[in-house]
């Protein structure tokens, strides 16, 4: 495993190469979580068409289904789980209470306000691009062991909670 050499080895010994002044270690890290990243979105991506969602309809519905049973959220609630705007919120529940994947209804304990609702056809979707992502996401790591993989995940938390 040590002597093994990625893309991210090749850039950085020629930045070293021309730049000898500068520390390239931060690329060392960063570069390969930027490639990862793109490896994860593709396959995010292809597990989310295969179940025929978007990757913002992911977003909404995965949020409703994690909320547990009757998988109600507010609006507000929604925003907060997945950090876009107000007006972004609204016109991506109408998209998907038109697809029949939620429905909208009066909240009983407040007369202003809403819930969403995931439908019976949402949690179909949303189970199915689950297993899919899932199965995925072990795909890309299939070349580490489980302690590695756990290593990974504490040291990428660490660093992580800076940012959160």
Do not use: C
Not at 1 to 30: C, K, N, Y
Not at 104 to 117: C, E
Request: charged share 35%.
């Amino acid at each position: 495993m040590g002597t093994e050499r990625d893309e991210v080895d090749r850039i950085v010994g020629a930045w070293s190469a021309e730049r000898d002044d500068l520390d390239f270690s931060p690329m060392e890290v960063l570069s390969r979580v930027d490639r990862l990243s793109h490896h994860l979105d593709r396959a995010r991506r292809e597990a989310f068409r295969r179940t025929h969602i978007e990757p913002w309809e992911w977003d909404v519905l995965s949020a409703l289904r994690r909320a547990g049973e009757p998988y109600r959220l507010s609006p507000k609630q929604l925003l907060q789980q997945t950090l876009v705007s107000s007006g972004t919120m609204t016109n991506r529940i109408d998209r998907l209470r038109e697809r029949g994947l939620v429905e909208r209804s009066s909240d009983p304990s407040d007369r202003r306000g809403v819930l969403v609702t995931l439908t019976e056809e949402g949690r179909t979707r949303v189970d199915a691009a689950i297993t899919r992502l899932i199965d995925a996401e072990a795909d890309l790591l299939a070349g580490m062991n489980k302690t590695d993989q756990k290593r990974l995940a504490a040291l990428l938390r660490h660093l992580l909670i800076s940012f959160d």
